[in-house]
């Protein structure tokens, strides 16, 4: 099994910046793809960030291109990211997940197997 928690989110001004943590425990000698995936009230999940294990790869949502940026450390099983220019719109609660079968970024809500509880991060206007 594997274990998530987030940390980080918050409320800030639209413009202004967070950063996401997220911790993995348990089954740490496997190697997950991790993917940041974000729910806003009546809205459907999105997948807004992807990395690989060993970081060669990343993926991000054409909405937070150029303003959202992942990575991970994995000698501290962490996953980060980094959020700037935030808008109102970026209002959400964010999860971490992981890809149980694959080290590769598969950005797609099918792949988690895994996921944390769930950060608020609320951005205003």
């Known amino acids: 099994q594997v274990q998530l928690v987030e940390s980080g989110g918050g409320l800030v001004q639209a413009g202004g910046s967070l950063r996401l943590s997220c911790l993995v425990s348990?089954?740490?000698?496997?190697?997950?793809?991790m993917g940041w995936v974000r729910q806003a009230p009546g809205k459907e999940r999105e997948v807004v960030a992807g990395?690989?294990?060993?970081?060669?790869?990343?993926y991000y949502a054409p909405s937070v291109k150029g303003r959202f940026t992942v990575s991970r450390d994995n000698a501290k099983n962490t996953v980060f990211l980094q959020m700037n220019s935030l808008k109102p719109e970026d209002t959400a609660v964010y999860y971490c997940?992981?890809?149980?079968?694959?080290?590769?970024?598969?950005?797609?809500?099918?792949?988690?197997?895994?996921w944390g509880q769930g950060t608020q991060v609320t951005v205003s206007s």
């Open positions: 997940a992981a890809d149980g079968g694959s080290s590769l970024v598969r950005p797609s809500l099918q792949y988690y197997d895994y």
């Open positions: 990395i690989s294990w060993t970081s060669t790869s990343t």
């Open positions: 348990g089954r740490t000698d496997s190697r997950y793809g």
